[in-house]
C-alpha cells in the first residue's frame, strides 16, 4: 500500500523535503564564481544535470537567489567542479553561508587554479574542472536554472583510462535527502538491449 502526499495538504518546505529524499542519488556542482568585488565563491548545488550535448551545456539550480546566482548574472562564467569522496568534508563545508565577502576556497583551506579561458578559478584539489560561459538564466519558481556552455574541461591524468574518465577512481559523492550523502558504491555494467534483440518476455522479477 502506498501512502500519498497531496501537494496542498502540505508546505512548500514539507514537499521540497520529500522531493530530494526520493529524487536521488544527485550529482553535484561545485560552482565557483567570482564577485565584482574579487571575492571568490565556491558552493555546492545538488540540482545539476547535462543540459544538450552539442553545443556541451550543464545546468545546476539556484534555489533562491545566493551568491553563485549574483556572481554569474554579473561575470558570465563560471566553474563546475567534480566532488569525490576524499573531498566530502571539505564539499560539505563550502555550503555554508558565509557572507560575500568570504572566500570558501579560504575556509576550507582549498587551493585556487587559474583556469584557461575563464576568470573563476578551478578548485586544485577537484579531478576535473568545467569552465563555463553563462548561456542562458532561466526563472523557475523560486528558483533559477543557470545554464553553462563548457568551453574547456580538465581532467586529473591520472583519473583516466586513454580519454576515459575512470569512474571508480573519481569516486563522485551525490546528495540524497537531509543531510545524507552517497558515495559510489557497487558499479553494474549492461548492454542496451538492441529492438532486434529485444526478448519476448522478461521474468517475472524483472518486470
Same mark, same amino acid.
Given at each position: 500500500?502506498? %501512502?500519498?502526499?497531496?501537494?496542498?495538504?502540505?508546505? $512548500?518546505?514539507?514537499?521540497?523535503?520529500?522531493?530530494?529524499?526520493? #529524487?536521488?542519488? %544527485?550529482?553535484?556542482?561545485?560552482?565557483?564564481?567570482?564577485?565584482?568585488?574579487? +571575492?571568490?565563491?565556491?558552493?555546492?548545488?545538488?540540482?545539476?544535470?547535462?543540459?544538450?550535448?552539442?553545443?556541451?551545456?550543464?545546468?545546476?539550480?539556484? #534555489?533562491?537567489?545566493?551568491?553563485?546566482?549574483?556572481?554569474?548574472?554579473?561575470?558570465?562564467?563560471?566553474?563546475?567542479?567534480?566532488?569525490?569522496?576524499?573531498?566530502?568534508?571539505?564539499?560539505?563545508?563550502?555550503?555554508? $553561508?558565509?557572507?560575500?565577502?568570504?572566500?570558501?576556497?579560504?575556509?576550507?583551506?582549498?587551493?585556487? =587554479?587559474?583556469?584557461?579561458?575563464?576568470?573563476?578559478?578551478?578548485?586544485?584539489?577537484?579531478? #576535473?574542472?568545467?569552465?563555463?560561459?553563462?548561456?542562458?538564466?532561466?526563472? #523557475?519558481?523560486?528558483?533559477?536554472? +543557470?545554464?553553462?556552455?563548457?568551453?574547456?574541461?580538465?581532467?586529473?591524468?591520472?583519473?583516466?583510462?586513454?580519454?576515459?574518465?575512470?569512474?571508480?577512481?573519481?569516486?563522485?559523492?551525490?546528495?540524497?535527502?537531509?543531510? =545524507?550523502?552517497?558515495?559510489?558504491?557497487?558499479?553494474? %555494467?549492461?548492454?542496451?538491449?538492441?529492438?532486434?534483440?529485444?526478448?519476448?518476455?522478461?521474468?517475472?522479477?524483472?518486470?
Amino acid at each position: 500500500m502506498r %501512502r500519498d502526499f497531496y501537494r496542498d495538504h502540505h508546505s $512548500a518546505a514539507a514537499f521540497y523535503k520529500l522531493l530530494t529524499a526520493t #529524487v536521488v542519488p %544527485r550529482p553535484i556542482a561545485w560552482v565557483t564564481s567570482r564577485s565584482v568585488d574579487g +571575492v571568490d565563491n565556491l558552493a555546492p548545488h545538488s540540482f545539476y544535470t547535462v543540459a544538450s550535448t552539442d553545443p556541451p551545456i550543464v545546468q545546476f539550480t539556484s #534555489v533562491g537567489e545566493k551568491d553563485s546566482l549574483r556572481n554569474i548574472r554579473a561575470s558570465g562564467e563560471f566553474t563546475v567542479n567534480f566532488t569525490p569522496e576524499d573531498l566530502f568534508e571539505r564539499v560539505n563545508a563550502t555550503g555554508t $553561508a558565509f557572507g560575500p565577502d568570504v572566500s570558501e576556497f579560504d575556509a576550507a583551506g582549498l587551493h585556487r =587554479e587559474q583556469s584557461m579561458f575563464i576568470t573563476p578559478p578551478r578548485v586544485r584539489e577537484s579531478p #576535473v574542472s568545467l569552465e563555463c560561459r553563462l548561456h542562458s538564466l532561466i526563472p #523557475v519558481g523560486n528558483c533559477t536554472l +543557470v545554464l553553462g556552455e563548457v568551453v574547456h574541461a580538465a581532467v586529473a591524468e591520472d583519473m583516466l583510462d586513454g580519454d576515459h574518465p575512470r569512474i571508480e577512481l573519481l569516486k563522485p559523492l551525490a546528495r540524497l535527502g537531509r543531510n =545524507e550523502w552517497s558515495t559510489l558504491g557497487k558499479v553494474r %555494467r549492461i548492454d542496451r538491449i538492441r529492438p532486434e534483440d529485444w526478448p519476448d518476455s522478461f521474468p517475472a522479477d524483472q518486470r
